[in-house]
């Protein structure tokens, strides 16, 4: 069934496109479209005030563009550094993630079947006792492997090999989505909770914040989904203020109202979303500079598919973006998904990426849906924040290896069924 555009959405799509189209030659515009885009994702905000996932999703988006009033309205900076921070380049950068954030809400209007469907309701439980296991014992482990260095509590934080060696960790939400899958019994389900709230506290404590961002989304969808909406929104705003203090007191070691605001003395803001706008910024620069030439695109492009199954590290350093412009300058983080496609593919990859992924995110919320696409849908939605202003390549390199391992258990459950493994007290099998 076609779904008919609302007048108000036509309306807010129609000023935009003019606003964009305008921007083109007027860069004056660039405030107007920033305006707009935020009235957009309210509107989108208020459409979706029955599903929470989705809910959480656009709040999450829309701080980066909160972020950007200072900067637009006030000629604050956005990062300390002023290397390729020029104000046509974080227009371009504007205009990409405010184009890609608006096509994706758009398209997966069009493409959700229900959106009023709660994702635990579509799930089909199973009780196997070996598998539930292997996945909190997983679990644990990663938690070990995380306490590594100093804790934030020492004042001192730093990124340093561990992060590197133990990049795997993140794989950690889909074990506790398994380890949800093979539990059929509330203690259970209360033992994986208390497992995964005591990783979270591990991972805060060794500063590792995007961790516990994806896994309390995670802890949300599988035990919070069904609470009021005005209780999202203040658990996202809550959460918000606590990460952004967070990520200042990781850095600074001090509470201090001025530090809380990121502000330095320079008057710049500094922020996580600063530093995902600066190195938008810088990928832009080095495309316009021609340091990133067309072989560097096709080898990036072609580096981000082989890294789904192999290990950026062992990429050469012209097939990885981040290893190939870390050469020229020190890059604070992840960039936009926007400025990837960008690079990769062009305005026009902005538009093909938008509708490959809206359709993506919307295949949890058929009508009929197997666990396997659940797990991988489920993965794909935790992860927004590693996708959207990190890497792409998170967006199919989590779900992907999420649903193979969950097939390799699935496997096993089966099997123990076919040897008697309900007799061993090894579980059963729940429809």
Same mark, same amino acid.
């Given at each position: 069934?076609?779904?008919?555009? &609302?007048?108000?959405?036509?309306?807010?799509?129609?000023?935009?496109?003019?606003?964009?189209?305008?921007?083109?030659?007027?860069?004056?515009?660039?405030?107007?479209? =920033?305006?707009?885009?935020?009235?957009?994702?309210?509107?989108?905000?208020?459409?979706? $005030?029955?599903?929470?996932?989705?809910?959480?999703?656009?709040?999450?988006?829309?701080?980066?563009?909160?972020?950007?009033?200072?900067?637009?309205?006030?000629?604050?900076?956005?990062?300390?550094?002023?290397?390729?921070?020029?104000?046509?380049?974080?227009?371009?950068?504007?205009?990409?993630?405010?184009?890609?954030?608006?096509?994706?809400?758009?398209?997966?209007?069009?493409?959700?079947?229900?959106?009023?469907?709660?994702?635990?309701?579509?799930?089909?439980?199973?009780?196997?006792?070996?598998?539930?296991?292997?996945?909190?014992?997983?679990?644990?482990?990663?938690? #070990?492997?995380?306490?590594?260095?100093?804790?934030?509590?020492?004042?001192? @934080?730093?990124? *340093?090999?561990? /992060?590197?060696?133990?990049?795997?960790?993140?794989?950690?939400?889909?074990?506790? #989505?398994?380890?949800?899958?093979?539990?059929?019994?509330? $203690?259970?389900?209360?033992?994986?909770?208390?497992?995964?709230?005591?990783?979270?506290?591990?991972?805060?404590?060794?500063?590792? $914040?995007?961790?516990?961002?994806?896994?309390?989304?995670?802890?949300?969808?599988?035990?919070?989904?069904?609470?009021?909406?005005?209780?999202?929104? /203040? !658990?996202?705003?809550?959460?918000?203020?606590?990460?952004? %203090?967070?990520?200042?007191? $990781?850095?600074?070691?001090?509470?201090?109202? @001025?530090?809380?605001?990121?502000?330095?003395?320079?008057?710049?803001?500094?922020?996580?979303?600063?530093?995902?706008?600066?190195?938008?910024?810088?990928?832009?620069?080095?495309?316009? *500079?021609?340091?990133?030439?067309?072989?560097?695109?096709?080898?990036?492009?072609?580096?981000?598919?082989?890294? !789904?199954?192999?290990?950026?590290?062992?990429? &050469?350093?012209?097939?990885?973006?981040?290893?190939?412009?870390?050469?020229?300058?020190?890059?604070?983080?992840?960039?936009? !998904?926007?400025?990837?496609?960008?690079?990769? =593919?062009? &305005?026009?990859?902005?538009? !093909?990426?938008?509708?490959?992924?809206?359709?993506?995110?919307?295949? &949890?919320?058929?009508?009929?849906?197997?666990?396997?696409?659940?797990?991988?849908?489920?993965?794909? /939605? %935790?992860?927004?924040?590693?996708?959207?202003?990190?890497?792409?390549?998170?967006?199919?390199?989590?779900?992907?290896?999420?649903?193979?391992?969950?097939?390799?258990?699935?496997?096993?459950?089966?099997?123990?069924?076919?040897?008697?493994?309900?007799?061993?007290?090894?579980?059963?099998?729940?429809?």
């Amino acid at each position: 069934m076609v779904k008919t555009p &609302p007048i108000s959405q036509i309306f807010l799509y129609a000023i935009y496109t003019g606003l964009y189209i305008h921007s083109m030659v007027f860069h004056g515009s660039i405030i107007g479209l =920033l305006t707009v885009t935020i009235i957009i994702l309210l509107y989108w905000l208020y459409e979706y $005030r029955q599903n929470k996932v989705l809910s959480v999703i656009i709040i999450y988006m829309s701080t980066y563009f909160f972020y950007m009033i200072p900067y637009l309205f006030y000629d604050i900076s956005f990062a300390t550094r002023m290397t390729y921070q020029s104000f046509e380049l974080t227009i371009i950068s504007i205009k990409d993630i405010t184009l890609f954030t608006n096509l994706f809400l758009l398209f997966l209007f069009y493409t959700l079947e229900n959106h009023k469907i709660k994702l635990k309701s579509k799930v089909i439980k199973r009780d196997n006792v070996l598998v539930y296991a292997i996945c909190l014992i997983v679990l644990f482990f990663f938690s #070990i492997l995380t306490m590594q260095g100093p804790t934030i509590l020492t004042g001192v @934080y730093k990124t *340093d090999t561990a /992060l590197e060696r133990y990049g795997f960790i993140d794989y950690a939400v889909f074990f506790v #989505i398994i380890a949800y899958l093979f539990s059929n019994t509330r $203690r259970k389900d209360l033992l994986l909770l208390l497992a995964t709230v005591l990783y979270m506290t591990i991972t805060l404590l060794y500063g590792y $914040r995007m961790r516990v961002l994806q896994m309390g989304f995670l802890l949300f969808i599988i035990y919070f989904e069904n609470i009021k909406t005005y209780k999202v929104y /203040l !658990i996202a705003f809550l959460g918000f203020v606590f990460m952004s %203090v967070f990520s200042v007191y $990781r850095s600074k070691g001090n509470f201090g109202l @001025y530090e809380m605001m990121g502000l330095k003395d320079s008057g710049v803001i500094v922020s996580n979303q600063g530093g995902v706008l600066l190195t938008s910024n810088m990928y832009l620069g080095l495309l316009e *500079d021609n340091v990133i030439d067309t072989s560097i695109r096709v080898k990036t492009f072609i580096g981000n598919l082989f890294s !789904i199954f192999i290990s950026q590290n062992a990429l &050469p350093s012209e097939y990885v973006l981040s290893k190939f412009t870390a050469q020229f300058f020190q890059i604070p983080g992840g960039g936009f !998904i926007s400025s990837y496609l960008h690079i990769w =593919l062009g &305005p026009i990859g902005i538009l !093909i990426g938008a509708y490959i992924i809206a359709k993506i995110v919307s295949v &949890p919320f058929k009508n009929k849906i197997t666990n396997i696409l659940m797990v991988y849908s489920i993965t794909i /939605l %935790v992860t927004t924040p590693r996708w959207y202003a990190y890497n792409p390549i998170n967006f199919f390199k989590m779900g992907i290896w999420a649903m193979l391992v969950y097939i390799c258990f699935l496997i096993l459950h089966n099997t123990l069924l076919k040897i008697g493994g309900i007799k061993k007290g090894w579980g059963k099998d729940v429809r």
